[in-house]
């Protein structure tokens, strides 16, 4: 943004701490007026920057709060522009009163992410970054708290501008051998530096790739809903994995009658965990409205934990046929290899000696994923976890960024534009063609830092942030 830019900005006041009462309220000012409108509410000539005054807040009747206020100078503040911070009693009634008070002495209210869409807009921080920090806001891990630290400092952004940078080099390259083919007896598209730096952009993408995915995984989560016969055990499950009574469980056929949701953080995976109604026929008019939501989640969930009872069924696969070739979308057997676990339940009745079938499933078939895990005991529920990440393949490195779709997104497009210079390169040595797919790849990874963004991502992006962001 320039400075002419910089100087029409209004200044924008909001509330930068939760709702409710707390020892502490902040306030952020930011823009050409804060600096002013900081010394009117303080009733101080001056303000030194970086330098914590206490003092009274004042309304135009007499004093509202008193506190600290302190004075960030551009361009060495989080949105670049003049900010300043009033850190009074944390009180809705208060704090309100104070802004009011900002809003008569020229301020208006920020919109939901507008601090960081200015910082954004300066310079401060990329695209990556401030996602970044809205993630870090929204963690309910420690792994997605570090993974979102590691963007906001800047780690992710650092992988993609270097990215960008080969890309400019090799870009660079392949024109000048356009522009100047008689310049050198070599041959610049068949010399192979082009197609080693090419094959490097492709391994970099590809590890980049492989990060994010992960990344994408540990912000998102993943939607798993327990499914299965009545008296399987899936509230049981349900309670144990979250460590408390959850649900409701007793010997009556039938007890979950709707969906229970529960948030959970497993081996560091955030799952979203949904139980259901036992699916069954049934002349029940309330209990058959469970079974419709029942298969609706079915239908929805990236993974499926059908949990039966492994004391009374000796075919799990012809059971969950059964059970989910009515009212669930798409093939059965795709659904057994692609999103089903089966859950043998209640193994603590099973004899030392007796041993579990998995059922006369088509050998030439994937076997779907199995853990036999007893509600009772808490026998195999760590394995139980583990078996789910190995189905999403949720193995996070200690390095790993938090990643959105988008990113992913933009990343196999950028992949896929590199692979076409590759294949343009080696096969038609079409120089043209290799730059123009080099510049799009080159394009796609510049979405992700900003450095090529649309207006309407932009505001989509920021206004899922909260007001004092």
Do not use: W
């Not at 009733?43 to 206490?54: C, D, G, K, N, S």
């Not at 994995?241 to 409701?248: F, H, M, V």
């Not at 799009?440 to 510049?446: I, V, Y």
Request: hydrophobic share 40%; glycine share 8%; net charge negative.
């Amino acid at each position: 943004m320039t400075s002419k830019q910089l100087e029409q900005q209004p200044t924008i006041a909001a509330i930068a701490t939760p709702i409710g009462q707390g020892g502490v309220g902040v306030i952020r000012l930011s823009g050409k007026s804060a600096y002013k409108i900081g010394c009117a509410i303080t009733r101080r000539e001056h303000l030194t920057p970086r330098y914590a005054h206490f003092g009274g807040f004042f309304g135009a009747d007499g004093i509202i709060d008193e506190g600290v206020v302190i004075y960030f100078q551009a361009p060495h503040s989080f949105t670049g522009e003049d900010v300043v911070e009033l850190q009074g009693h944390g009180g809705m009634v208060l704090q309100n009163l104070l802004l009011d008070r900002l809003f008569e002495l020229g301020a208006r209210q920020a919109t939901a992410g507008e601090f960081s869409l200015r910082a954004f807009e300066n310079d401060k921080i990329d695209l990556v970054q401030a996602e970044a920090i809205s993630d870090a806001i929204a963690a309910t891990s420690v792994a997605q708290a570090s993974s979102a630290i590691r963007s906001l400092t800047g780690e992710f952004s650092n992988k993609i501008n270097g990215l960008v940078d080969d890309l400019t080099h090799l870009r660079l390259y392949v024109e000048a051998a356009i522009d100047f083919p008689d310049e050198e007896d070599v041959d610049f598209l068949s010399d192979g530096v082009i197609e080693t730096r090419l094959n490097q952009v492709l391994s970099g993408i590809d590890e980049i790739l492989a990060t994010a995915k992960q990344g994408q995984l540990l912000r998102d989560g993943v939607h798993v809903v327990l499914a299965g016969k009545p008296n399987a055990g899936k509230s049981s499950l349900l309670n144990r994995l979250a460590g408390t009574d959850r649900a409701i469980v007793t010997d009556i056929a039938g007890t979950t009658r709707d969906t229970l949701e529960e948030t959970l953080v497993l081996g560091g995976l955030t799952v979203h965990l949904t139980d259901t109604a036992g699916l069954r026929d049934t002349t029940d008019k309330v209990e058959q409205i469970g079974i419709a939501r029942a298969r609706d989640a079915i239908n929805k969930a990236d993974v499926l934990l059908m949990v039966y009872d492994v004391s009374r069924e000796t075919d799990p696969i012809a059971l969950a046929k059964e059970l989910f070739s009515v009212g669930v979308d798409g093939d059965i057997q795709a659904i057994l290899d692609q999103k089903l676990i089966m859950v043998a339940n209640k193994c603590d009745l099973l004899a030392d000696n007796q041993t579990v079938s998995h059922g006369t499933s088509n050998q030439q078939c994937q076997q779907p994923s199995h853990a036999y895990v007893s509600c009772e005991t808490k026998q195999g529920i760590d394995e139980l976890i583990q078996v789910l990440g190995d189905k999403v393949g949720f193995h996070p490195p200690e390095n790993s960024l938090i990643a959105r779709t988008r990113h992913i997104d933009a990343l196999k497009r950028a992949r896929q534009y590199a692979q076409e210079a590759h294949e343009q390169l080696v096969y038609y040595r079409a120089g043209e063609l290799v730059a123009e797919s080099l510049r799009l790849s080159q394009q796609a990874l510049g979405e992700i830092t900003g450095q090529v963004s649309a207006d309407e991502l932009l505001g989509k992006i920021f206004s899922s942030f909260c007001i004092g962001k």
